[in-house]
């Protein structure tokens, strides 16, 4: 067994097998997780950071696979965690995005990660941003984070890529799924897949129409394409679409401003996961909130109020807490 | 054994029976592993998923009769990249003297012929990464 640090000099030096132990051990939460992140953190930022989501079966890894193929034509080498879901009551998951995927590995610098999304809601894992950043530190120019198969709220993509492509098809629904707010408001590009199926040219005119309607101020007006990603239609657009965002984003220092707000965002959620960590580990006792629970059964108070009750216990105990070191 | 076992399996170069595998790949979700499904693959792109993936476990489907010519090169080549720790299992319709020999000088964890519970599978893939921890 290697050691930690010969991990991390290995992955920085690209050894596949290096890169991949390191992602396992920050994925299961491995005690030397936050040595890792600490030595490969100073690494990343580099690599550009492409987001790519949409509804169950819309094709995304599909047009990841095409996305590759392009990008390596181009020279680019290209790293991608692809999350699928993982089961609420088992924890397993079946991890499907590969079979789509035909990397040629001799001819192109491809890395590929599949993470369950492990419970979490927002259509990420927990750890999908610190294993896209140990693949950035490997060396890798540009990183694809594929989404699992999303509804019309899962926006952790929009904080943790810089430009957010939302894959639809024509099945996609009505003008009034399209004007739904969530996932709509998030896209940088949309992209209308399958679009050799009857119905493509209603939905990106719903689409624009969404668009032309939109009171919010943006410089960016995202563009609309239509590929049919399973014949490779349409993907060199989508491919010069990416730049020109990422072009517009070299503006004004735009995406320096977009890396930083999202930096922000991660930092109060991880404040916030190591607080209720500690909060449900070390000083909620379980008895308590069985014997609130009673009270509720009974109703005699009602569920935001007990917890207003417990808060305010807490925070009269919370100096004596902080004193004793949590 | 706290952490998740992670599963990479394949239907082995071209054969296209699928049923075998998908029901092997749904029975080792249920029982809370990742499994990170290939479908037709050749060895040297199922070793890079086992070395991309960090792959406890190597799981091949052959039902046509290539699991002489390309089972144990999966296990040589996973050999010749350093992962010494991943076994491989292969399940299908074998005849009884080839699972003997990939059991043996191949190198093949475990072959499993038809009609093998699938409790069978789980435990055992479970007591491989057990074993090797």
Redesign the interface.
Same mark, same amino acid.
């Given at each position: 067994m290697q050691s930690i640090d010969q991990l991390i000099e290995g992955s920085l030096k690209g050894e596949? !097998?290096s890169t =991949?132990?390191l992602? =396992?051990l920050v994925e299961?939460g491995n005690k030397h997780a936050p040595y890792v992140l600490e030595k490969i953190f100073p690494h990343s930022g580099e690599a550009y950071y492409i987001g790519v989501t949409g509804p169950p079966g819309a094709g995304k890894s599909t047009a990841v696979d095409r996305l590759i193929a392009r990008l390596c034509k181009n020279n680019f080498s290209v790293g991608v965690i692809a999350v699928d879901p993982?089961?609420p009551f088992? *924890? *397993?998951? !079946?991890?499907?995005d590969?079979?789509r995927m035909h990397?040629k590995?001799d001819k192109m610098d491809v890395?590929?990660?599949?993470m369950?999304s492990d419970r979490v809601m927002g259509g990420l894992s927990r750890t999908t941003k610190e294993a896209s950043r140990i693949l950035d530190a490997s060396g890798k120019q540009v990183i694809i984070v594929e989404t699992v198969g999303v509804g019309q709220s899962e926006l952790d993509i929009a904080e943790a890529t810089d430009t957010v492509i939302v894959i639809l098809t024509p099945e996609s629904g009505d003008s009034i799924q399209i004007m739904k707010a969530g996932l709509m408001e998030i896209a940088d590009i949309f992209v209308v897949n399958k679009a050799d199926r009857p119905g493509a040219k209603d939905i990106s005119l719903s689409i624009q129409g969404m668009l032309d309607r939109s009171l919010r101020k943006r410089d960016w007006t995202p563009p609309i394409f239509l590929t049919t990603a399973s014949l490779n239609k349409g993907i060199d657009e989508l491919y010069e679409g990416i730049w020109s965002h990422s072009r517009y984003l070299q503006q004004d220092s735009m995406l320096e401003k977009r890396r930083r707000t999202q930096f922000k965002l991660e930092l109060r959620n991880r404040i916030e996961s190591e607080f209720s960590h500690i909060l449900w580990q070390d000083i909620i006792e379980e008895k308590n909130i069985d014997n609130l629970v009673q009270e509720i059964w009974a109703r005699k108070i009602d569920p935001q109020n007990a917890a207003r009750r417990i808060m305010g216990e807490l925070i009269e105990e919370l100096p004596g807490w902080l004193q004793r070191g949590g | 054994m706290d952490r998740k076992i992670k599963v990479v399996i394949a239907k082995l170069g071209l054969d296209i029976h699928w049923r075998g595998v998908y029901l092997v790949a749904q029975y080792l979700k249920e029982a809370g592993m990742d499994v990170v499904y290939l479908g037709n693959k050749f060895p040297a792109e199922i070793v890079e998923a086992a070395i991309e993936e960090d792959a406890d476990v190597v799981g091949l489907s052959s039902l046509c009769g290539n699991h002489l010519a390309l089972g144990p090169m999966v296990v040589d080549m996973l050999k010749e990249k350093g992962l010494n720790n991943v076994k491989v299992f292969l399940g299908g319709v074998i005849p009884l003297d080839h699972a003997k020999r990939l059991e043996g000088i191949y190198g093949i964890h475990r072959v499993y012929l038809p009609e093998t519970p699938m409790q069978t599978i789980v435990d055992e893939i479970s007591e491989s990464v057990r074993d090797a921890a």
């Open positions: 596949k !097998l =991949s132990r992602i =396992s299961r993982s089961s088992t *924890g *397993g998951a !079946l991890l499907g590969r079979v990397v590995h890395f590929i990660r599949s369950g | -």
